[in-house]
């Protein structure tokens, strides 16, 4: 019997597992005790995960063997991989010689690991010389992204999962993280019978399992996001709850905010959103003073915890770095306990974005707009340069290969014919390239 430490493969999270195995066959799977973000706990599917790998499921659904259609709509034939990874060069050599390098798109997923990710970066963007690469992440994750870069110049959550046993103050947005991230959700409930001043504020048009958690819940009204926290930061500049040295000394801009939230009264507050007045400033009290203080007392600390229902908005991104200058605005934020912490749905979103994983971004956070930057990578990559023109985004991607500007497209790890939004022009797009390579470990 062999053991093999390695991360779940489902949510963001990122619980670490102990696999279990016996030669080549996987007979179960554990938490890892030692890993910071889970400590052994394990939700219904990770603690399930040797099913997948069962030998009858292989048998039925596991990839073994490249294939290859020669005409669309015949069937499949095994090749070698020698074969395979000869014709993928050779047709993406081709159609690159012949259409230019952004005849080429790459459309990859949170489920790789971050090496692979950057991997495929280097290979897009530093070989065959375009930003025509990007990611599922982008249909979840690019609201967090450019409402981090917007307000704290960079993407990358200021917050860990460690500030839960810190926070004085939880507030819980867009997010049902009993269903979710039900092993993060564990850690709130511990954090909370250890610290039972804790407050938690959950904003949520539903009644979730999560807001059955919340001491103070608003079910606000679908849409209404941003202008909750535009009241809130004017019921905290009314009452006097701003940590005005903070921003003097960190933030520039607050005038311009002032303005912006001038009219988020709470009498238009309250109609717009559906939310009883003595609620609103009792979590503008609770967010800035990081829960319960008294008058006198050091401020709490205050976390907040946010996923898609910010994420998949129209104005998703105003919504992202509203509640980020809730934060700024009150010193909650480079401490223990407190920050804006954005959850994701996918195992390695993250890491992908800090490897370069979108057609607008560069490797190690550097700024595809920012020819230093740029410069930068390309003397690491040994290449002459780097596009500096942002590539397609998934959707774009599509549909420039559907009107027949992209003829190549390379699907790693997800699955857009079932996945990205209208499915008629994703179908149009997979028809009309010349070639498609899909990067898969199952058939189904």
């Not at 050599?93 to 970066?121: H, K, M, W």
């Not at 993280?177 to 610290?195: F, G, N, S």
């Not at 800090?354 to 930068?376: K, M, T």
């Not at 290449?383 to 998934?394: L, Y």
């Amino acid at each position: 019997m062999q053991e093999t430490r390695s991360t779940c493969p489902y949510c963001g999270t990122g619980c670490g597992v102990i696999i279990e195995s016996d030669g080549a066959r996987i007979t179960g799977v554990r938490g890892d005790p030692a890993h910071p973000a889970n400590h052994g706990r394990l939700c219904t599917k990770g603690s399930t995960l040797h099913l997948t790998a069962s030998p009858a499921l292989a048998r039925q659904t596991r990839l073994l063997q490249p294939a290859l259609r020669t005409t669309r709509g015949a069937a499949p034939r095994d090749i070698s991989w020698d074969a395979a990874l000869d014709l993928a060069a050779g047709r993406l050599a081709s159609i690159v010689q012949e259409r230019g390098p952004d005849a080429v798109g790459l459309y990859v997923s949170g489920q790789l690991l971050t090496e692979d990710y950057y991997v495929f970066n280097k290979l897009a963007k530093g070989l065959i010389g375009t930003n025509n690469i990007d990611t599922n992440s982008r249909l979840c994750m690019s609201s967090a992204v450019a409402g981090y870069k917007a307000t704290l110049g960079a993407d990358a959550p200021p917050a860990c999962y460690e500030d839960v046993d810190h926070a004085d103050c939880l507030f819980i947005v867009g997010s049902n993280a009993a269903w979710a991230h039900p092993v993060l959700t564990r850690r709130i409930e511990q954090a909370r019978a250890a610290r039972p001043q804790m407050k938690i504020i959950v904003a949520d048009p539903r009644r979730t399992d999560t807001a059955g958690m919340a001491d103070l819940f608003l079910p606000l009204r679908p849409g209404s996001d941003t202008l909750l926290f535009h009241g809130m930061l004017h019921i905290m500049e009314l009452e006097g709850w701003l940590d005005r040295a903070y921003i003097a000394r960190h933030t520039s801009g607050f005038a311009d905010l002032q303005a912006l939230v001038r009219e988020a009264t709470p009498e238009r507050v309250s109609e717009v959103c559906g939310l009883p007045r003595h609620d609103l400033f009792q979590a503008a009290q609770w967010f800035a003073l990081g829960g319960d203080a008294r008058d006198g007392a050091a401020r709490g600390a205050t976390l907040s915890l946010y996923c898609q229902g910010l994420n998949q908005s129209s104005n998703g991104t105003a919504k992202n770095a509203a509640l980020i200058g809730l934060h700024l605005a009150t010193g909650q934020i480079g401490r223990a306990g407190a920050g804006p912490f954005s959850l994701t749905g996918q195992p390695n979103a993250m890491g992908g974005r800090e490897v370069g994983g979108l057609a607008n971004l560069l490797s190690a956070h550097r700024d595809l707009a920012n020819p230093a930057h740029r410069a930068e990578v390309a003397a690491l990559w040994g290449v002459d340069a780097v596009p500096s023109r942002p590539g397609k985004t998934a959707v774009e991607m599509f549909e420039a290969a559907a009107e027949g500007e992209i003829r190549a497209l390379w699907i790693a790890c997800t699955n857009p014919a079932q996945s990205m939004p209208d499915q008629a022009l994703v179908r149009r797009a997979l028809q009309r390239a010349e070639f498609v390579i899909v990067q898969e470990a199952f058939a189904t």
